[in-house]
């Protein structure tokens, strides 16, 4: 049986009438009248009693418009909701985000986009690195949006590099001997040191920065925020490593100094990851290529 048969039935009985039935589905009344008769003739009996006032229900049609009816607005609402999600102005995304990702990178970004798309729901999902990846290979959120070390890869997921950031030493007045002359990570063995818990990949590349020189690290301060490091280092209680972009304040009020090393720390990417065989909906691959566009870099 033709769908639209059943479709053309639901607005005669709605409206109760063939010449509005007609305009609401945009056809003509030749068209209706043809749909009904031949619905009924594939039933086997009489859905409607014509009149000059319109048509009203045969006890057989008033039966079946109840089941037909739910049917049709089931699946209407499921056409709108379909439509409305091509032309984004509906529907959700899932996103995961780390601590700097969010602060530096990805806020202003869905800023712009909630402008643009006021009727997407971004659900965001904030955690550390290693448990963003965990949620993305088990399908809980759509992708993510996180700092990783250069030349990440994972068999499952599809990495993307967005943009990049460098990450800084800085000190606080109380170890204002190191200002103004370079200093080597031999030295930093020899003073407080403050870093990320163990566990982060944060935490991995001060680590890994350090092993570089045959340098194994001990913290002094461990700390669950990234946010937290400038803080505690401003306070004196120790030298750390940071993003640029969280200790810009705290270096413009003159309030910590940045150390110059006598080796570059290596920039970290700021990487889009999905699972490579999820299939992600025409909203998610909508804001993948918003975020692909933009052109907003990190210092």
């Known amino acids: 049986m033709n769908f639209d048969f059943y479709r053309t039935f639901y607005y005669v009985g709605k409206y109760q009438n063939i010449t509005a039935a007609a305009k609401a589905l945009y056809v003509t009344q030749p068209s209706v009248t043809h749909a009904i008769r031949s619905l009924e003739r594939e039933l086997g009996c009489s859905l409607f009693i014509r009149s000059q006032k319109g048509v009203r229900f045969t006890p057989e049609g008033e039966k079946f418009y109840a089941s037909i009816a739910a049917a049709c607005e089931t699946i209407f609402q499921a056409e709108a909701s379909l439509e409305a999600a091509k032309n984004f102005s509906e529907g959700l995304i899932a996103i995961g985000a780390s601590e ?19 009727g997407i729901r971004l659900k965001l999902f904030n955690s550390n690195t290693p448990e963003m990846l965990q949620e993305i290979l088990s399908g809980h959120i759509d992708f993510a949006v996180l700092v990783l070390n250069k030349g990440y890869k994972h068999e499952d997921l599809s990495v993307t590099s967005l943009t990049d950031f460098q990450d800084i030493m800085i000190a606080g007045k109380a170890f204002s001997e190191l200002d103004g002359r370079t200093v080597t990570l031999k030295e930093l063995m020899n003073y407080p040191l403050v870093s990320m818990e163990k566990g982060t990949l944060t935490r991995q590349f001060f680590n890994d920065f350090f092993h570089s020189s045959n340098l194994a690290p001990e913290p002094d301060i461990e700390l669950a925020t990234s946010d937290l490091i400038v803080p505690v280092i401003r306070s004196g209680l120790g030298i750390g490593m940071v993003p640029e972009p969280f200790a810009e304040d705290a270096l413009s009020r003159g309030e910590i100094f940045r150390l110059t090393l006598e080796k570059n720390i290596p920039r970290r990417e700021i990487c889009l990851i999905k699972k490579k065989k999820a299939s992600l909906s025409l909203i998610g691959e909508a804001f993948i290529q918003y975020l692909l566009s933009d052109n907003r870099q990190v210092p």
């Open 100 to 118: 700097t990702t969010l602060h530096h990178y990805l806020i202003p970004i869905l800023t712009d986009f909630r402008k643009d798309h006021p």
